[in-house]
């Protein structure tokens, strides 16, 4: 796990330098995973009510349980709506996610600045979206409030302390709204040759309102942006000239692709030009380009859709977990 640490100190700072296209306020058979008993979680109190984490929260830090820091991401991250399994999957992803950046401070890493001294924060541009689901379920959920917290708090309580592993240690359990047919492997977009983020065969992202979506810029404002990173494109010919031998990954998403005679990377690219995915084709047409793409978000990890669609044919929590994050152990800690 300290070859794994290393490694992922360094790849999964681009995880906190993107979004993870939160669904909430947001080719290949698949791989089955064989049968497993269900872990059976301890009743409350629990290591969830006893873990205390620190939070940066409107620029405040605010102490709370992990229980309640669970409550708050998985009411901001997936529709309270999701089926039960997958509501129950993602509070265990976002267990096991959290856990996993504590470990990676209690090993040396320092806290990022942008935390402001806190462990965590609730921008799901860096850490995983957080709502305060006591004092915003109105707003949130209306008059079917108390309904739907109840949902959110279930899942979390359903699956106390239950946390994926791998060789033992909690794992960087990252997630996304929809893939395309296939999610991507962290390999593929961060360059961390990960045992568990590899590429699955993934369901149900048509069943999001992102899955194909379109961004169109000027060829003058995609110059300008182009040129003032890399001042030595060559984007002098026409426009369909400018995108050239590109590599794509297993899932679909380009890895890289030569704009203007300099190699760039699909993230970057994605980052840019605010694209929702990196699995995108290029369409130049009267002086403009439009980028289409297919998913939303990283798409590494488990699908948040997919986990909604796997819930839907009768999959349980753990089963859609072992789909995503493939060889892994879950494990309940009290």
């Known amino acids: 796990m300290k070859r794994m ?37 301890e009743e409350p109190p629990d290591f969830d009510r006893r873990t205390t984490v620190t939070v940066l929260l409107d620029g405040a830090i605010k102490s709370m349980s992990l229980r309640d820091y669970l409550r708050g991401v998985v ?14 999957a993602q509070a265990v992803a976002a267990r096991s996610y959290t856990l996993y950046q504590l470990r990676l401070y209690e090993d040396g890493a320092a806290l ?28 949130l959920w ?26 033992g240690a909690p794992i960087a359990a990252v997630f996304h709204s929809a893939s395309g047919p296939r999610t991507e492997s962290a390999l593929a977009v961060w360059g961390a040759d990960l045992p568990y983020l590899v590429t699955a065969a993934s369901p149900g992202g048509d069943q999001s309102p992102d899955y194909l979506g379109e961004v169109t810029v000027a060829e003058e404002a995609f110059r300008e942006k182009m040129l003032a990173a890399h001042p030595d494109m060559d984007l002098s010919a026409p426009a369909d000239t400018w995108f050239r031998a590109s590599v794509r990954s297993e899932a679909g998403g380009i890895i890289d692709v030569e704009v203007g005679g300099v190699r760039v990377s699909g993230l970057w690219l994605r980052q840019q030009l605010g694209l929702n995915s990196t699995n995108f ?46 060889g892994v152990d879950l494990t309940v800690r009290s």
């Open 5 to 41: 640490t290393v490694m992922l100190l360094a790849a999964l700072a681009a995880v906190y330098l993107m979004p993870l296209f939160t669904v909430g306020v947001g080719g290949g058979k698949a791989q089955e995973p064989a049968p497993a008993a269900e872990p059976v979680a």
């Open 75 to 88: 009411a901001a991250e997936m529709p309270a709506s999701f089926p039960e399994e997958a509501l129950k």
């Open 112 to 139: 990022p600045e942008s935390h402001g001294g806190a462990q965590l924060c609730g921008d799901p541009a860096h850490c995983s979206g957080y709502v305060d689901v006591d004092a915003r379920k109105a707003e």
């Open 142 to 167: 209306g008059a079917d409030a108390s309904y739907y917290e109840a949902r959110i708090t279930a899942a979390v309580d359903g699956t106390a302390g239950v946390t994926a592993t791998y060789d």
């Open 281 to 326: 084709t290029y369409h130049p047409a009267d002086g403009l380009l439009t980028f289409r793409t297919v998913g939303c978000g990283h798409g590494v990890g488990m699908s948040q859709y997919g986990a909604k669609a796997l819930a839907e044919q009768g999959r349980t929590y753990d089963e859609i977990l072992r789909w995503y994050y493939q």
